[in-house]
Structures are given as structure tokens and as C-alpha cells.
């Protein structure tokens, strides 16, 4: 199989160019089951020489991305456990879509390090990918972080995220393939984590973005409190930006037998 819930958002929520330059940053799921000869073949077509896997070490298994990283493919590890007291008290007491966007970026405050690391790998050279174990939530955060480095308009961040929603069927099938006993039923409705977790409601992408901007005053400065410094955030843009469209220069030709100005 390959990579479940797999996309460049340059592709979509810039497809003219105007921000992101295509083809430097991408997002997926989890392999299901270990990423095999055609997820490195669809790693090495995109060029992406760096897998950022954002799942906490209990969620990810060696053979993962083994075949990969003996193809060349780096692997870098930059753990967000979604299982500390605080986000759990957080997952109890969510039921809208905007208490999903708190929760992301209480997700975020409560791993700086892992944030940090995330974005340092994002600005190496050559593609990267970025993945946790749906490609929803911590993926979500981190693309829409990187995508708001680079000035990608709020409401494209949050279509783009809304995009897994066509993709949850198979994210569940591939969650319970692996590992069932983590998952709610579905079928039956016996939920054991709150319904917007099951989404990608776009509403949870705004919420997120808003309060990034309200209660750390941005982006940048956000990620200035993880621990990312002005040179890193500098090197991600200097390769992800789109290229600067020089404006044109109209020079008018005199008029025959005119004065030139």
C-alpha cells in the first residue's frame, strides 16, 4: 500500500505558486503497514529525503520506515505524545471543533522540543515529509505552523487540512489493521475519544491558527518559544518560499523623431 492521506499542499492550497514552492514539503498518515518498495518509490520520486515522524514512541514500531532510511531516507524523530495528564483532562472535556484547535496547540505547548526539531529537519535540503499516525492532528499543527511561516493565507491552511476528511475511511481502516484494541469501534459507536478527534473540521484549523496569533502573538513567535531560532526560520523560507516574482518594467520606446525623456 501506499502512503494513506499523502499530499504536497503547495499543490492545493497554492497551486499557482504564490507562497510555497512546490514539491519541499509533504504530509501523510502513517505507513500502513511498513512503508514498503512503493512508499520508498513514492519518497524518491518527490524527492523527499527526510521522513519527520511526529508519533510518541509507544505509537511507532522500527520496521516503520526501515526500508527507507536503507534506501537513504532520514528519519528524524520528533515525539508528540498525545498522552500526557493535560491533554487527556483536554480530551475529556472537548466537544466542539474549536475545543479541538485548544488542544492542538495545548499539543504544541506541551512538546517544544519535538516542535523545534520538527521544523529544524523541515528547513534541510530536499523534500520532507511530515507524519504522525493519521496525518490529521499533529501533522495538521505542524504543516499549518510551516505553511503560516511562509504566508499562506489563513483560510487556504484551513482547506487544506479539511482535505483529510476524504481520506478518514481509510485512516481508520489503516489504524485498526494495526492496531485495533487503540481504536474506537466505529461501526457500533462505542467511542472512547470525543467525536471531533474522529474529523478534520475546519473549524478546528481556525481555532488553532487564531489562538497561535492571540496568545503567543504569531507564528514566529511561537515558534521563538519552542526554541526555533531566527536562522532556522530563515532557512525554511529561503527553500520553501515560492520565488519572488520580479514586477515588470515597462520602457516605452521614444516616438520617432521625439525628444528621449
Not at 518509490?41 to 520506515?65: C, F, K, N, Q, Y
Not at 493519521?134 to 493565507?153: H, Q, W
Not at 520565488?243 to 518594467?249: I, V, W, Y
Request: with cysteine; aromatic share 4%.
Amino acid at each position: 500500500m501506499t502512503l494513506v492521506n499523502y499530499r504536497d499542499p503547495a499543490a492545493l492550497a497554492d497551486p499557482e505558486g504564490r507562497w510555497v514552492r512546490a514539491g519541499v514539503l509533504h504530509r501523510s498518515a502513517q505507513p500502513f503497514p511498513a512503508a514498503g518498495p512503493a512508499v520508498v518509490e513514492l519518497l524518491t520520486a518527490a524527492g523527499i529525503r527526510t521522513v519527520v515522524d511526529l508519533r510518541g514512541a509507544a505509537e511507532s514500531e522500527p520496521a516503520d520506515w526501515a526500508e527507507a532510511q536503507a534506501a537513504g531516507v532520514e528519519v528524524v524523530a520528533a515525539r508528540i505524545d498525545p498522552t500526557s495528564a493535560a491533554l487527556e483532562a483536554s480530551m475529556r472535556e472537548m466537544t466542539t471543533a474549536a475545543d479541538l484547535g485548544a488542544f492542538y496547540l495545548l499539543m504544541a505547548e506541551s512538546a517544544p522540543g519535538a516542535v523545534a526539531l520538527a521544523v529544524e529537519a523541515a528547513a534541510r535540503p530536499g523534500g520532507v515529509l511530515l507524519h504522525c499516525a493519521a496525518g490529521k492532528d499533529r501533522t495538521g499543527l505542524l504543516t499549518a505552523l510551516l505553511l503560516d511561516l511562509l504566508g499562506v493565507p489563513a483560510e487556504e491552511i484551513v482547506a487544506d487540512y479539511a482535505r483529510t476528511t476524504d481520506a478518514l475511511p481509510q485512516i481508520f481502516a489503516g489504524l485498526a489493521e494495526r492496531n485495533r484494541a487503540a481504536l474506537n469501534d466505529y461501526a457500533s459507536g462505542a467511542l472512547k475519544v470525543p467525536a471531533p478527534l474522529l474529523e478534520a473540521p475546519a473549524g478546528a484549523m481556525a481555532a488553532f491558527l487564531e489562538l497561535v496569533a492571540t496568545r503567543h502573538g504569531g507564528t514566529e513567535a511561537f515558534l521563538a518559544h519552542c526554541g526555533v531560532d531566527a536562522a532556522t526560520v530563515e532557512a525554511f523560507r529561503a527553500k520553501a518560499a515560492a520565488p519572488a516574482t520580479a514586477a515588470a518594467t515597462v520602457v516605452a520606446a521614444p516616438a520617432a523623431g521625439g525628444a528621449a525623456c
